[in-house]
């Protein structure tokens, strides 16, 4: 039995849950441990939930064409439709193929009788339904948490998958800085992070990558993300990048800033964000909550007169993220999580200033969570900033 399975199998026996479903999703990944097929890629997966997923985007309430059954004893079943029986074929456990619209019925066999039923987030309302079908009185549980919970603390094989990732993210910056010359317009930049992948026989970006200009004292810098995608770079300019790639079934995510021409402003707030960054990275170890990063990164970058130009992320004061199969894993480097953080996570740590009319500036770090401290696994001169 997957040594993943049988994890989630007594944690799920702690709850009295009989049986948990994931539709396609980084928890079916993870539990089938398999990285062959592009989850991430189809349209019927996504992100975690918030209410625009909810109402309008797809996988909630898109129908599934896989669904992986893990019963609370015994061996799991992957039900798949016959369009994707051939990518999951070598995948060692059984399988149960039927037409799409026939799941519901297939699944129907094995949950009829079961008490109580927990449910991943990837196609939510489907999986519902379909146990609604089977039994209304089945009582339907949150399934995605064992995911997170499980997937929060990386093993070895994922730790060196990341820091692979790390490192190709690190050097295609390398190529992208030499790229930023004036004329250059921020679609071409995008395009040109997007084409290292495919150069290098990458899987992907693991989100559309961003180059985002901010032209100083101009009309429209006072406005963030204004900068037209077809406009070309000029001096006074700061770029920003956040973007990542995808490599055997996991992510990067990662920013750094550059100023095109002198700005002396610009500089020292650069490197306040950088000098109050690795004041963060000395902070963080085994133990530390998860919601002091906010108020480390402030407070550092006060002391150079910063601290008002940090930029907060939503009303939690966001300043990160786990990071593994999906982009942003739970729980966040935000001020109302009190998780402690422990060895073998990986973070990514995103802070960002955003002074209007000037620039708009981040660093964002892939950290990995050590036994005595942490660890950047993302390693780009922090003291580039100013272009040739």
């Not at 199998?9 to 592009?38: H, I």
């Not at 094995?110 to 449910?119: D, F, L, M, Q």
């Not at 990514?348 to 209007?356: A, F, G, L, M, S």
């Amino acid at each position: 039995m997957n040594e993943r399975i049988s994890k989630l199998q007594a944690l799920m026996a702690a709850d009295n849950v009989d049986a948990a479903l994931y539709a396609t999703s980084g928890n079916m990944q993870y539990f089938l441990g398999n990285y062959s097929y592009p989850w991430q890629r189809t349209t019927d997966t996504g992100g975690g939930k918030n209410a625009a997923d909810w109402h309008i985007n797809g996988h909630f309430l898109n129908k599934p064409d896989r669904i992986l059954y893990i019963p609370v004893e015994g061996d799991p079943l992957l039900f798949c439709s016959y369009e994707r029986l051939e990518e999951m074929r070598h995948i060692p456990i059984s399988k149960v193929p039927c037409y799409i619209p026939m799941m519901g019925s297939f699944l129907n066999r094995v949950i009829r009788g079961k008490k109580r039923i927990a449910c991943g987030e990837s196609c939510y309302n489907a999986l519902i339904s379909m146990v609604r079908s089977a039994d209304n009185t089945i009582v339907t549980v949150d399934g995605e948490h064992y995911g997170e919970q499980l997937r929060m603390i990386k093993d070895p094989g994922e730790i060196a998958k990341l820091r692979r990732l790390a490192e190709f993210t690190d050097m295609s910056m390398g190529i992208v800085a030499k790229a930023l010359q004036p004329g250059i317009t921020p679609r071409q930049v995008e395009e040109l992070i997007a084409a290292i992948a495919l150069s290098k026989g990458i899987q992907g970006v693991s989100f559309g990558p961003a180059a985002i200009f901010v032209r100083s004292g101009t009309p429209g810098s006072e406005i963030l993300f204004s900068y037209d995608k077809d406009d070309p770079l000029t001096e006074g300019t700061s770029i920003t990048f956040d973007y990542g790639y995808l490599i055997d079934g996991y992510v990067s995510d990662y920013g750094r800033s550059f100023y095109c021409g002198h700005n002396q402003q610009a500089q020292d707030a650069y490197a306040a964000l950088m000098e109050a960054q690795l004041h963060l990275l000395e902070v963080l170890k085994p133990g530390v909550p998860m919601n002091v990063s906010f108020g480390i990164l402030h407070d550092k970058l006060e002391t150079h007169g910063w601290g008002k130009f940090l930029r907060r992320a939503g009303d939690f004061e966001i300043m990160g993220h786990q990071i593994g199969i999906d982009v942003h894993e739970r729980p966040w480097l935000r001020s109302d999580e009190e998780t402690e953080l422990q060895p073998g996570m990986v973070l990514c740590i995103e802070p960002k200033i955003w002074w209007p009319g000037l620039c708009y500036l981040r660093c964002e770090d892939m950290v990995l969570i050590t036994e005595t401290g942490c660890e950047s696994l993302t390693k780009f001169d922090r003291n580039f900033f100013q272009l040739p």
